[in-house]
């Protein structure tokens, strides 16, 4: 209780009594008001017309609808688009920093090079020639399928550019980062059969079961989360939130239970032991879409009695039975997992586990339950022309064999090696578990290009820098994001001419295949990135630009589906964190703090600003942990200690919360960005991914890592 | 029905539902964005980090797992003053008549130019809105281009607060007075925060108007200078008798009781008995 009601309230009183009332005479008063008011020092905004424009935001993948506010054409201020789909008015506060984004001085402002240790300016014709001869040679040396491209995101026509921009070199190696969406993929896969993705019709749902997903911390689309989470008592639908510290979606909840972190996993088979036990499942769905429903339940009853699952997650039997129950007799239960924003992958014993309870009660492809999406296909993309080459080297096995951005890094510097990386909207070297190795191997790349306009991390190791638009100069569509059952395709739209020298990445795309001839220039026909949108987006460009967003109606997809029980008997290995308990006794855990931006996006002044001293104070981080933690480790709160875990150390200070289970240490994700240029953002904290490595899961390939142990000392 | 406000007058005010705020942060970068609240390197001094709008974390103080926390978003309150006469804490205090009580609106107002920075008004807010410029405000160059003409920027030696987005109130009134109309609507008069926030749990308007949000959700009570005569409803601090028009709604007990000051056992007696009153 730092800034708590005493203090917050303490302070003033009184104080309204003490100050006596001056009797200063009304002439000095007037003189000095007179006199203070020649500032000549402080900006004067120049009046002018306003107009609002039209965009979509694309700074995460919530994709919500904006309107930006302009004086004589100069964007002063985003606000949420009202009658938009997704958001409905509501917006995000980093969506409203847009406008900081926007004009930020330390964004890269021309085309760049490396030259030894800084960067020098040139033209967009020498940095495309630069980058179009350098892949030319590694593709003439056989090497095209050493070429790797990392972007934010798989869907949508710009990395849909990038691949196309990579098959036509011959290179199979596109990255994405590594999140929920990715694992419950994989997960859908393994248990229903085919291709298909996750949508969670939260808003028909009336028992919404989380496994630590942040509703209202960011977990897939934001705004629409907030808002259907603020609806949810007049719908009365209850929130249960799993999860050993109390986030803001625990604390919104109707429910939080507090359980040991990384047993997520053993309490849903728990639950779901006892729904099965109890008869409480939807046994028609069951016996005419499963397949090895007998062995599960024989498994769950063996090993995953409550008690049993008592000991491991420390929720109390009872209560495990009466979640059940409450689970198993609403009519549209959720039970969900992807854990904080969902931007990081997971488990798939976990994933799996958790959509059990979905199976159990036949929940599929039904109004208030999860939905197997088909993927999006708006995007009818010509073949690509691919010469000799391209074709030979394209059938080379990718760098990482389960497309893991975090693989990709890990093998880089051993046998396979990178010989040239594109860069768009990622930051691997910050973003990434055990950040200091992957920039160690992003250093040993012979050529990086980054299309950012903003000198992260990994962009600082860049050797070319084609600069991009921002978000407000920016053309791109944007197709619906993580977790959602509506589907909304959005078109980011430029509201002002760019303010520096950059470019569209979708354009300098076609500029570089164009200068590298042949087949690679002639997969790309189109004469500008606007063109190539509207020629494939095809039947959707007329709403698209009309509206400025393409809606799909929410009906659950047709037909059943069927589920394969044996998959998750069949999964069972936890996946442990790195460290012995008895070097390392505490459990470090990420967490998303809404105000944070973690991810490629990094955070803008204004959103800094409003950060808690309980986390940010000065330049020192501060780690969260229990009074009970405190005292063991002789820690007292505002103390600077440090932390140490397997992967590294840093120092930080201790904040004393009532609300984190003891012996768990949570830090915010998303600080500690070293930005030379920019004071306000940079400097400020530690990068957890500093303390932090890559663990690989063993069904998807991809980086499962939850947590880590820790130990905390002062320092 | 006869209320308390020298006839056709508004009393523009705020009910903040605390069981849907999720402390997002939103409302305080709406507000920030929209009356050019400048930032500095360093944010982590809260005293001295000009917020017109805050968002505050309050916890129940029990132990895990019986832990609690609620946000509390904390504009200025536009304290009516006891009796509803207009004499806010501030106002009265202020000898250069910088912050004023417009009876029209009841809107605390701050005019810039006329501040000397005696910081009177900071010492006389027991609320904590009001914030000192120490520094004059500087944005990185070209960022002053995003700055709104609406709002002045203010500069060193200036105190500054919440002003209920006042410009739009007047932009509202300029849109009316053109359309030939005597009244703005419900919707035509918001304040940034309350457009901003996702979880739609700011709600705004004139608070004597019967058919605003505002006044339904509270039901202020016009002999009693607006005292919720909702039981879920409550003001911070009601006993200083500053008649704030910043009202909270919670169906929690202890977030209720935080908004005030009470004696050991003083709470059982008065909570959910807002009609008495406590003179
Ligand atoms: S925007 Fe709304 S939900 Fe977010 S902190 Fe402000 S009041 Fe709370
Ligand atoms: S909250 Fe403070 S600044 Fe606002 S009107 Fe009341 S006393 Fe004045
Ligand atoms: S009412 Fe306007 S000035 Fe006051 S906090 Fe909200 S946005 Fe800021």
């Known amino acids: 209780m730092k800034v708590d009601r005493r203090s917050f309230l303490g302070l003033g009183l009184g104080a309204a009594a003490g100050v006596a009332v001056t009797p200063a005479t009304w002439k000095l008063m007037d003189d000095s008001s007179i006199w203070t008011q020649n500032w000549p020092w402080t900006p004067v905004p120049p009046a002018g017309e306003a107009t609002y424009d039209n965009t979509v935001c694309s700074l995460c993948p919530g994709n919500c609808g904006i309107m930006v506010r302009k004086i004589d054409g100069r964007p002063v201020k985003i606000e949420g688009r009202s009658d938009y789909p997704v958001n409905a008015g509501g917006v995000c506060l980093h969506g409203i920093s847009a406008i900081q984004y926007l004009y930020d001085p330390s964004r890269i402002k021309a085309p760049l090079k490396r030259e030894n240790d800084t960067f020098v300016e040139i033209t967009w014709d020498e940095a495309l020639d630069m980058v179009a001869e350098r892949l030319t ?37 596109v990255y994405a980062m590594d999140t929920m969406e990715k694992t419950w993929e994989i997960t859908l896969e393994k248990i229903h059969g085919g291709r298909s993705s996750a949508g969670f019709d939260l808003e028909n749902s009336d028992f919404v079961l989380s496994f630590g997903a942040g509703l209202i911390e960011g977990w897939g689309s934001p705004v629409k989360n907030f808002k259907i989470n603020s609806s949810r008592k007049e719908r009365g639908s209850t929130l249960v939130q799993v999860e050993p510290r109390l986030s803001n979606t625990a604390a919104n909840a109707d429910v939080w239970i507090a359980a040991k972190p990384g047993t997520e996993a053993d309490l849903a088979l728990g639950i779901a032991g006892v729904i099965i036990k109890e008869s409480l499942f939807n046994s028609a769905f069951v016996t005419a879409s499963g397949k090895g429903f007998q062995e599960l339940a024989a498994v769950l009853g063996k090993n995953y009695s409550p008690e049993a699952v008592a000991q491991t997650t420390g929720v109390k039997a009872a209560k495990i039975i009466e979640i059940a129950r409450d689970f198993a007799r609403s009519s549209a239960p959720i039970a969900i997992a992807g854990r904080g924003r969902g931007m990081s992958a997971g488990s798939v014993r976990e994933f799996s586990a958790v959509h059990l309870l979905n199976c159990i009660v036949g929940n599929i492809n039904t109004k208030g339950g999860v939905w197997t999406l088909a993927a999006q296909d708006y995007e009818k993309w ?73 000198m992260d991390e990994t962009t600082q190791e860049a050797d070319v820098i084609l600069p991009g638009h921002m978000l407000l100069e ?41 200068k590298m001839e042949g087949t690679i220039g002639a997969s790309f026909p189109w004469e500008s990135y606007e063109e190539c949108l509207e020629a494939v987006t095809g039947d959707l460009w007329a709403e698209l630009s009309d509206q400025g967003y393409a809606a799909e109606t929410a009906t659950p997809p047709g037909g059943g589906v069927k589920v394969d029980f044996s998959f998750i008997v069949k999964s069972q290995a936890p996946v442990e964190m790195e460290g012995e308990a008895k070097d390392f006794p505490l459990v470090l855990v990420p967490v998303d703090n809404v105000r944070i931006s973690a991810g490629s996006l990094i955070s803008s002044p204004f959103a800094i600003k409003t950060v808690s001293d309980n986390v940010l104070k000065g330049k020192d981080l501060l780690v969260e942990i229990n009074p009970e933690t405190a005292r063991a480790n002789k820690l007292s709160h505002g103390d600077l200690a440090v932390i140490e875990t397997p992967k590294g150390k840093a120092t930080v200070r201790v904040n004393l919360f009532e609300g984190i289970m003891p012996g ?52 | 029905m006869k209320q308390d406000n020298h006839g056709k007058n508004h009393k523009y005010g705020m009910v903040i539902d605390l069981d849907k705020c999720t402390g997002c942060g939103s409302c305080m970068v709406a507000c920030m964005s929209e009356n050019n609240v400048p930032f500095k390197e360093d944010e982590t001094r809260k005293k001295d980090s000009i917020t017109w709008m805050r968002v505050y974390k309050l916890t129940n103080g029990k132990p895990f797992p019986e832990t609690e926390i609620c946000y509390m978003p904390r504009p200025c309150m536009h304290c009516g003053g006891k009796g509803d ?46 914030y000192f410029n120490w520094w004059d405000p500087k944005w990185p160059e070209g960022m002053e281009n995003y700055l709104s003409p609406d709002v002045s920027p203010r500069m060193r030696g200036v105190v500054e607060k919440c002003s209920f987005c006042f410009h739009r109130y007047q932009q509202a009134k300029d849109r009316a007075y053109v359309e030939e109309r005597e009244e703005i609507e419900e919707q035509e008069y918001q304040t940034a925060c309350t457009q901003a926030c996702p979880a739609g749990a700011i709600t705004f308007g004139d608070l004597n108007n019967p058919d605003h949000a505002v006044h339904q959700m509270v039901k202020p009570d016009p002999h009693a200078c607006g005292k919720p005569r909702n039981p879920k409803a409550f003001r911070l601090l009601e006993r200083l008798e500053t008649n704030p028009k910043v009202y909270y709604i919670s169906e929690r007990d202890w977030v209720r009781k935080a908004g005030d000051n009470y004696l050991e056992g003083e709470w059982e007696k008065v909570k959910n008995n807002h009609d008495k009153g406590h003179e």
């Open chain 1, 137 to 173: 040679e590694i593709r003439a040396s056989g090497s095209a399928d050493k070429i790797a491209c990392v972007t934010d995101q798989t869907k949508g026509t710009i990395p849909g550019l990038f691949a196309r921009f990579l098959k036509a070199t011959g290179s199979n190696n």
């Open chain 1, 664 to 715: 768990v240490v949570a830090m915010a994700k998303g600080l500690g960005h070293v930005l030379d240029n920019n004071k306000y953002v940079g400097g400020k904290g530690v990068n957890i991914n500093e303390l932090m490595g890559p663990i690989v899961d063993p069904v998807s390939g991809l980086d499962a890592a939850w947590g880590i142990r820790a130990r905390l000392s002062r320092a």
């Open chain 2, 85 to 130: 006469h207009g004499h806010s804490p501030c106002v009265s205090v202020c000898p250069a008549v910088a912050t004023d009580y417009d009876h029209s609106t009841g809107i605390v107002s701050q005019i810039y130019t006329r501040c000397f920075g005696c910081r009177y008004c900071m010492g006389a807010c027991p609320y904590h809105v009001r």
């Open chain 1, 382 to 454: 010509p073949a690509v022309e691919m010469d000799d080459l391209a074709t030979a080297a394209f059938e080379q096995a990718p760098l990482d064999s389960a497309g893991s951005m975090a693989g990709l890094f890990t093998n880089a510097g051993k046998e396979k090696n990178i010989e040239a990386l594109l860069i768009h909207q990622a930051n691997p070297c910050f973003a990434l578990g055990d950040a200091g190795s992957v920039t160690e191997a992003v250093k040993k790349i012979p050529f990086v290009v980054s299309f950012s306009s903003v």
């Open chain 1, 474 to 514: 920016r053309l791109e569509d944007r197709p619906s994001g993580a977790g959602v059952a509506q589907r909304v395709t959005g078109l980011s739209r430029p509201v002002i001419e760019p303010l520096f020298n950059t470019k569209n990445p979708g354009d300098t795309l076609l500029e570089l295949a164009r």
